[in-house]
């Protein structure tokens, strides 16, 4: 039987994209620990240089705690317009060589570019002139990773940065994942990572001696994934055009909360995490969800949608407040709170389109 041709995929992902823009238009910053994002009492980083990664300032980090961690950083304002046209640079970059091209978000990509136009066989040549060509017309660094599927192209991404490359070829590939820690792998979470360590699961070779049926009962399909990527296998095409279903964040509190006060206080950032990827995706929504779960661990939704995509923050800011307001009283207290935007279009498609109503 005739062998499948082993895609070559190649994941690009810009350095410290947000805040690399900033310091290539203002050199009062370059080299010097910068974050975007607001740095008011509720502020959240949306991205940090790399000079300030290396005080432990992360995205989606409360401000406070990162002046805290870094008491010089310097907090620089969004400007998402700049970045999206850097963004629009970048993707006319990747169409010069395959139009299977499936953003992730404004700052990465997966490419398949196993037939491409400029008839280029090694992948790994490819990533190189793409690289070189981001770095001329933008001025900025990428990273990329390069695979025989998705799952590992990411990963090997992550293993050269900042502004290097790496290779899984495919007989490293199961080698690859044996040795890593499953809080490592793509697709798996702190807390699933927690749960599969409790388990005795640590690396991806425990995770391969699971059967898939134990891992189909501890974690349901999610199980199927895990199953195969343990062993390098994913058959997921590079997707053009992809649209997300859903883009949320949620915390579980440390104690239980139960006062509106409290409450809004930390659905504030996670409504600044939700706007942020609605930004980074170029989407927007017509439906906010906010998730509950109790102290007893009981768990409600409530949602609004709207006739047509909330146009702007302080909408999707009321809305949700006012969803949080009409659980009230409460009969027992919060230990998770989480918010979602769904009914997803593109934001370009949204232009136009009358002033957001409910329905």
Partial sequence: ??????????????????????????????????????????????????????????????????LRKCPNLIFV????????????????????YTH??????????????????????????????????????????????ISYNKFLAKLASDYRKPNGQYVIKPQHGLAFVE?????QFHGIGQVTAARLNQLGIFTGLDLRQQPEEVLRLHFGKAGSYYYTIARAIDHRPVTPDRIRKSIGSETTFEQDLSTQEELAEQLAPLLASVWRNCERLQVLGRTVTLKVKYNDFEQITRSRSMMSSIPDPALFERISLELLNGIFPLSKSIRLLGVSMSNLERSDECAGQQLALPF
Avoid: C, W
Avoid at 30 to 51: D, I, L, N
Avoid at 179 to 183: D, I, P, R, S
């Fill in 1 to 66: 039987m005739e062998q499948p041709e082993i895609r070559k995929i190649i994941h690009l992902d810009m350095d410290a994209f947000y805040a690399s823009v900033e310091q290539r238009d203002n050199p009062e910053l370059r080299h010097k620990p910068v974050a975007v994002g607001g740095s008011r009492q509720r502020g959240v980083v949306a991205a940090a240089s790399y000079e300030a990664r290396q005080f432990g300032v992360r995205s989606a980090m409360a401000s406070t705690v990162a």
């Fill in 100 to 145: 299977l091209i499936e953003p992730l978000s404004l700052d990465e990509a997966y490419l398949d570019v196993t037939e491409n136009h400029k008839q280029i066989r090694s992948a790994t040549q490819i990533a190189e002139e793409i690289r070189a060509e981001i770095l001329e017309r933008t001025g900025l660094t990428a990273s990329a990773g």
């Fill in 77 to 96: 304002k969004p400007r998402f317009e700049v970045y999206k046209a850097v963004s629009l640079q970048i993707r006319a970059i990747f169409a010069e």
């Fill in 179 to 183: 040795n890593l820690k499953v809080g």
